[in-house]
């Protein structure tokens, strides 16, 4: 296929390979099991000699074509999708990490990862938490048994972001597997493979799917990452070209196995909503950069987190390393101004939980997302407790701002 721009390439990316009855797009395929006429045939592809479908839990058609559109997106040699985000982060601990081993994660993550982390600690896995954003506190942590290295783009609610280049040579230079969440950039806005990282989590379920319909989650592998390198790759999988390798053993010992498959309905909806993700992401950008904007000019508002504004501590990694600076913002009220009433006061915006939709989404963070992990840990992530986030969406610039103007009148 000609080197085609991003949209264009995902737009077209189904029919390059053909599609059934010259459909646009690849059709919904409901089917758990596949039939091979010859036998041999069958027992070749469970052995992995030749392609084909398995059985659903492993693999589908409508899925493997949202996997190949992923892997264009990161420009990477493959994906697996889940049925969701977690999915895909707990694939990579479950397949990849042995009792003994050790990670090195951000503190800076999203609330469920967090959790996910206490639970893999609890059973014999080392895990320790740093601030990601200078890489020496990365390379102090670090261990003979260091296994991976976890970021997160723009950390989820404060916008934190990783040193993401240099934690990327800390960790070549180590032989360590870098393993990025690109979520709150996505594809579009940045490509992980550009920093060295070995594995890419997205959410589909957030702005490439982004209309909140499907949930879904992929891990795609960019070619960066030796795997010749990894101690913890089974023999039995050591048979596929080294490249191959991560995904096989993932795709085994953890879509197989554990079974966190993608619907093809779900695989559908995503791939749909995939082909406006840049258009999407241009207008929710300049969105947030508006917002942000007359927040932090607003003398009620004690505190706004945007990577798009120069006041962020993280704001020239950003200019250098991201497309745009992302959807997600959150903005702390001043004493005295209850975010309760606040937010029962805005009209457009919607009290939710998602992120990366079409519509702008507001939350109270410390009393929903983040309550379950209690005032300490908070504390220690920088997170307030009139905190707000806000996934920005589509809508008109000047009835966003006024909604959100309005509510602080």
Sequence with gaps: MKNYGFTSTILHNDRQKGIEHGSLHKPIHTSVTFGYADARQLASVFQGKEPGFRYGRQGNPTVAALEDKVSKMEQGVGTICFATGMGAIGAVFQALLRAGDHV???????????????????????????????????????????????????????????????????????????????????????????????LVVNALTKSIGGHGNAL?????????YDWTRFPNIFENYKKNPSVQWGLVQIRAKALRDFGASLAPEAAHHIAVGAETL????????????????????????????????????????????????????????????????????LKLAIPTSNLGDTRTLVIPVSHTIFYEMGPERRASMGIADSLIRVSVGIEDTDDLIADFRSALD
């Design 104 to 198: 090195v994660s951000s503190s800076f993550l999203f609330g469920n990862t967090n959790s996910l982390w206490q639970t893999v600690a609890g059973q014999g896995v080392g895990v320790d938490f740093v601030d990601a954003t200078d890489v020496a506190n990365v390379a102090a942590a670090l261990k003979p048994e260091t296994r991976m290295v976890f970021v997160e783009t723009i950390a989820n609610p404060r916008t934190q972001i990783a040193d993401l280049k240099r934690i990327g040579e800390l960790c070549a230079q180590r032989g360590i597997l870098y393993v990025v969440d690109n979520t709150m950039t996505s594809p579009y806005l940045f490509r992980p493979k550009d920093v060295g990282a070995g």
């Design 216 to 224: 879904g989650g992929a891990l795609t592998d960019t070619g960066a």
């Design 278 to 345: 840049a258009l999407r992401m241009d207008r929710a950008s300049a969105n947030a950069r508006a917002l942000a904007a007359m927040l932090e000019a607003d003398q009620r508002v004690a505190a706004v987190y945007y990577p798009g504004l120069k006041s962020h501590p993280q704001h020239g990694i950003a200019a250098e390393l991201f497309k745009d600076f992302g959807s997600l913002l959150s903005f702390e009220l001043k004493d005295g101004i209850d975010c309760f009433d606040y937010l029962n006061k």
